[in-house]
């Protein structure tokens, strides 16, 4: 099955009930598509001439809401970094998958009373998603500066021994400190070149204290070893080594300076770490929450769209079509065959692409002779 639905209406006469049957036994018999009645309430009309604004609301929040979740799914891909397998168990509606949701659907009254004015369950589905996108800018700013600026000190330490910090790398006794005279300085040293730095380095300057190098820290192409000498003679040591291509490190241990490097390294760390679960919470709750208000959002757009098509009183039936792969422009032929008819129904001039009926969906392409809507599950694609 694909992760695409198709959610459609015709009305309720027998005829049409007819209609759907022939569908519902074509689709079966050729294994188009597995499809299932959608239970939409009766909700209260109003004017025609309200329903026409409704319908244009309607399909932009539907745009926005569909942006909205799949950038929270997105969200939840970066969030989750080395457990990326695992995203689809957080991606639920309810609790359960977005298939079995879909297909389950149940209009919740609780939350969306069906007694009340359409226009008043549109705007308390336009103020949650509102107030949703708000969080979620709120949330995911504060997590990726903290996640910027712990890459920035991770890239610190991931760099070769010219430019990585040393903070993690160094101690406090590789060093002479605090001598008026002494000085100890870094210096890299290619590997093929070990052997004939132990036997040179001593005699590379004046004043370079015997035996005082020492290999602290290694990586693909060399080794930063420490040496001491007379404060005096660095000058003269960083050119001869330079020569010998040895190259010395502009490196002076700071305690105080490394110690809040790592103090910082390792309080962002916590941070992250403090962060993580609560927002992975929050965009598992959230991401239910508006993909549950998307669905009741389709729900609402196909009773808008088959009043406003099929007139009054309201007598429609609603199904959802979830298409086999490769069996789409099929399933379209078989459809547009079964409800032809419907043509006559709506007015001859829909079907001229330049005429605009406001309310009416009728960018040519998506024009059927039934009231069709398109749900997409490939959230992350």
Same mark, same amino acid.
């Not at 244009?56 to 942006?67: Q, R």
């Not at 991606?91 to 226009?119: C, I, R």
């Not at 998603?129 to 000190?153: F, H, M, P, V, W």
């Not at 132990?198 to 820290?217: C, F, W």
């Given at each position: 099955?694909?992760?695409?639905?198709?959610?459609?209406?015709?009305?309720?006469?027998? &005829? /049409?009930?007819?209609? $759907?049957?022939?569908?519902?036994?074509?689709?079966?018999?050729?294994?188009?598509?597995?499809?299932?009645?959608?239970?939409?309430?009766?909700?209260?009309?109003?004017? #025609?001439?309200?329903?026409?604004?409704?319908?244009?609301?309607?399909?932009?929040?539907?745009?926005?809401?569909?942006?909205?979740?799949?950038?929270?799914?997105?969200?939840?891909?970066?969030?989750?970094?080395?457990?990326?397998?695992?995203?689809?168990?957080?991606?639920?509606?309810?609790?359960?998958?977005?298939?079995?949701?879909?297909?389950?659907?149940?209009?919740?009254?609780?939350?969306?009373?069906?007694?009340?004015?359409?226009?008043?369950?549109?705007?308390?589905?336009?103020?949650?998603?509102?107030?949703?996108?708000?969080?979620?800018?709120?949330?995911?700013?504060?997590?990726?500066?903290?996640?910027? /600026?712990?890459?920035?000190?991770?890239?610190?330490?991931?760099?070769?021994?010219?430019?990585?910090?040393?903070?993690?790398?160094?101690?406090?006794?590789?060093?002479?400190?605090?001598?008026?005279?002494?000085?100890?300085?870094?210096?890299?040293?290619? @590997?093929?070149?070990?052997?004939?730095?132990?036997?040179?380095?001593?005699?590379?300057?004046?004043?370079?204290?015997?035996?005082?190098?020492?290999?602290?820290?290694?990586?693909?192409?060399?080794? +930063?070893?420490?040496?001491?000498?007379?404060?005096?003679?660095? /000058?003269?040591?960083?050119? @001869?080594?330079?020569?010998?291509?040895?190259?010395?490190?502009?490196?002076? !241990?700071?305690?105080?300076?490394?110690?809040? &490097?790592?103090?910082?390294?390792?309080?962002?760390?916590?941070?992250?770490?403090?962060? !993580?679960?609560?927002?992975?919470?929050?965009?598992?709750?959230?991401?239910?929450?508006?993909?549950?208000?998307?669905?009741? #959002?389709?729900?609402?757009?196909?009773?808008?769209?088959?009043?406003?098509?099929?007139? #009054?009183?309201?007598?429609?039936?609603?199904?959802?079509?979830?298409?086999?792969?490769?069996?789409?422009?099929? $399933?379209?032929?078989?459809?547009?065959?079964?409800?032809?008819?419907?043509? &006559?129904?709506?007015?001859?001039?829909?079907?001229?692409?330049?005429?605009?009926?406001?309310?009416?969906?009728?960018?040519?392409?998506? !024009?059927?002779?039934?009231?069709?809507?398109?749900?997409?599950?490939? +959230?992350?694609?």
């Amino acid at each position: 099955m694909s992760s695409e639905f198709w959610l459609i209406s015709a009305p309720g006469d027998k &005829e /049409n009930l007819q209609a $759907l049957e022939r569908m519902n036994t074509v689709t079966s018999k050729s294994n188009l598509s597995h499809n299932t009645k959608f239970a939409i309430p009766d909700f209260k009309v109003g004017t #025609l001439d309200s329903l026409v604004g409704l319908s244009d609301e309607l399909g932009k929040l539907d745009s926005f809401t569909e942006s909205l979740i799949k950038k929270m799914a997105q969200c939840v891909v970066e969030v989750m970094e080395d457990a990326k397998g695992r995203v689809h168990e957080n991606l639920l509606a309810n609790g359960v998958d977005l298939t079995s949701f879909v297909t389950h659907f149940e209009w919740d009254m609780a939350k969306y009373p069906a007694k009340q004015p359409l226009v008043a369950v549109v705007d308390t589905l336009a103020k949650q998603l509102a107030q949703i996108e708000t969080d979620l800018k709120a949330r995911t700013a504060a997590y990726s500066t903290l996640k910027g /600026n712990l890459e920035n000190l991770e890239k610190k330490s991931s760099g070769n021994l010219f430019t990585r910090t040393l903070a993690d790398i160094v101690n406090k006794e590789d060093f002479v400190l605090d001598s008026e005279y002494l000085i100890t300085l870094l210096v890299i040293v290619p @590997k093929p070149n070990y052997s004939q730095w132990q036997k040179r380095y001593e005699s590379l300057s004046d004043m370079v204290v015997p035996r005082s190098t020492k290999l602290i820290a290694e990586d693909n192409e060399g080794g +930063l070893f420490t040496v001491t000498m007379f404060r005096k003679v660095i /000058n003269d040591f960083k050119a @001869k080594a330079k020569e010998n291509k040895f190259i010395v490190r502009e490196f002076f !241990y700071d305690e105080k300076e490394i110690k809040t &490097e790592r103090e910082e390294m390792t309080k962002l760390l916590s941070e992250k770490k403090q962060q !993580y679960g609560p927002l992975l919470r929050w965009l598992k709750v959230n991401f239910s929450e508006a993909f549950i208000a998307w669905i009741h #959002l389709k729900a609402l757009r196909v009773f808008v769209e088959s009043v406003l098509r099929y007139g #009054l009183p309201v007598n429609f039936q609603a199904v959802l079509l979830q298409p086999h792969k490769k069996a789409t422009k099929r $399933l379209r032929e078989v459809l547009n065959s079964v409800f032809k008819h419907l043509d &006559e129904v709506a007015a001859a001039s829909i079907l001229d692409a330049s005429v605009d009926i406001p309310g009416i969906q009728l960018n040519n392409q998506d !024009y059927f002779p039934y009231v069709y809507f398109h749900i997409d599950l490939s +959230l992350l694609d």
